[in-house]
């Protein structure tokens, strides 16, 4: 006996991955409905990579307003109202949410709001709909968490930090990952103090060690309290609307507190227990090549398998699951040399291997470097550095890393991205012509490797 089914996928988590995989498979002619319990856009569209970035975008009018100065523009600063930015924000995405909604309805996809649950391997509940489905794609991403300390309650995660009320005159920033890492310099260039309260030694884990200390002293230098090896142990309510922290320093009262500690993989009521679904030793979803979960007939992709939690990887691996189900070519999602930035201040840009990754790896390389005062600040009389960085493998001169801490180093190492997937050697970069006068010649002029 045949079951019947609602449809051919339904995608429960209507994120970067999700709405990917949603289209392209009705475009494909399966019959598609996604499944969203909050906006459509996920994290990346409603409190991630777009709302931050026009976060960033704001807070460097401040500096750029000091900068101009030395380039003979003069007069008051003006004022930052935040509620003007927040507004407009919430214009933007509102957009955004409706451009959402018309590229899933365009090749068919049927919208449901609500929480997906699932009833087992075929069936979801929402609200009191069931549907039935021959396959499911788990795609409902991850949720901040928070750090286990008293009062950990009274912070603000990245969700709600772009809704304040007001900007805070004085924040604490508790994490050393991209996202508080991004936050310090927000609030810092909209004109709050600013804390960053790190556990370990030195923030950013995972990207290269040059380029976290190089980013450590320019956030120091631009005003920014880092606090390394540091803990915050508890949160109090103090007077007038303060947050009181118990610090490893001493007691200290803040506006807001921002918890930035992590996130975990999204599986509150989706009913994983009613399926075959597995998960890994560190409680992401378990998945194959093919983000085939334990459970023939659900597949799982984006951050909640606990990959590199990047939107543009999340899309890919969409674009490779919705190709192969229904598109009849198969197709793998390919990880080798993913470009990446933090948009910090200054941001940072970085592809392929960094030096410590390369010699764990078993390469023997040469390193090349560059710390200089880019132009712009020569006349600005800012103090701001940039710092460049290329790891070779000395046996085939092939380039493994390329690394970047300065402004636009997230434009500069998207294109460098796309030489490192070619293979480019040293030799290819030093045989490029550069374009004068910018800071991304550096990259082909950089002959003498470090001692
Ligand atoms: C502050 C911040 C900044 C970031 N900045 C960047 C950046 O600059 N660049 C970058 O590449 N990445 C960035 N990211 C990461 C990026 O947002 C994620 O990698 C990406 O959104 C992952 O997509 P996804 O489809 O896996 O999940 P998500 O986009 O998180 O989507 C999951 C969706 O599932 C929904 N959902 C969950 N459970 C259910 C359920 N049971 N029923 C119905 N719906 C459900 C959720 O509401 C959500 O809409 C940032 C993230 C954050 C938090």
């Not at 923030?203 to 540091?230: K, T």
């Not at 023939?296 to 192969?324: C, K, N």
């Not at 392929?352 to 990754?357: D, I, K, R, V």
Request: charged share 20%; with cysteine.
């Amino acid at each position: 006996m045949t079951m019947a089914f609602d449809y051919d996928l339904l995608v429960i988590g209507a994120g970067s991955g999700g709405v990917r995989a949603a289209r392209k498979s009705a475009e494909f002619g399966a019959r598609v409905a996604v499944i969203e319990e909050r906006a459509l856009g996920g994290t990346c569209v409603n409190v991630g990579c777009i709302p931050k970035k026009l976060y960033v975008y704001a807070s460097e009018y401040g500096r750029a307003w000091q900068e101009a100065a030395g380039f003979g523009w003069q007069g008051e600063r003006p004022a930052f109202d935040w509620g003007t930015l927040r507004d407009n924000k919430s214009k933007e995405i509102a957009r955004l949410n409706a451009i959402y909604e018309r590229l899933l309805e365009a090749p068919g996809v049927d919208i449901i709001p609500g929480h997906g649950q699932l009833l087992s391997s075929h069936e979801v509940l929402v609200g009191d709909q069931r549907y039935r489905a021959k396959h499911i794609l788990l795609a409902t991403g991850t949720w901040p968490t928070k750090p286990d300390i008293p009062g950990s309650d009274l912070a603000v995660t990245s969700d709600e930090i772009f809704d304040l009320p007001h900007l805070p005159e004085r924040i604490l920033i508790i994490g050393g990952g991209y996202i508080a890492t991004e936050f310090a310099g927000i609030f810092n260039g909209l004109g709050a103090t600013v804390v960053q309260s790190y556990r370990g030694e030195l923030f950013l884990r995972g990207f290269d060690h040059d380029v976290r200390r190089f980013l450590a002293e320019e956030m120091q230098s631009a005003g920014i309290d880092l606090r390394f090896n540091h803990h915050v142990h508890s949160l109090t309510r103090a007077g007038s609307g303060l947050i009181s922290a118990q610090l490893s320093d001493g007691q200290e009262d803040f506006d807001i507190v921002l918890s930035a500690t992590g996130r975990r993989p999204n599986l509150d009521n989706l009913g994983l227990e009613t399926t075959g679904v597995t998960l890994t030793d560190s409680g992401y979803i378990a998945v194959d090549g093919g983000f085939r979960t334990k459970d023939p007939a659900i597949f799982a992709l984006g951050d909640m398998t606990g990959g590199w939690e990047l939107t543009p990887v999340a899309i890919a691996e969409a674009m490779a699951f919705s190709q192969s189900q229904f598109g009849n070519q198969p197709t793998e999602a390919d990880y080798d040399n993913i470009p990446t930035a933090v948009f910090s201040q200054p941001p940072i840009g970085t592809v392929g291997l960094t030096e410590e990754a390369a010699i764990a790896a078993g390469y023997d390389v040469t390193v090349y470097e560059s710390r200089f005062r880019p132009l712009r600040h020569t006349v600005s009389g800012i103090e701001e550095r940039s710092f460049m960085k290329l790891v070779v493998d000395k046996a085939s001169d092939q380039v493994l890393g390329a690394h970047m801490v300065g402004a636009d180093a997230g434009e500069i190492c998207q294109g460098l991205a796309i030489a490192l997937k070619l293979g480019a050697t040293k030799a290819d970069f030093d045989r490029t012509i550069g374009i004068h006068p910018t800071a991304a010649e550096e990259f082909v002029t950089m002959r003498n490797p470090r001692d």
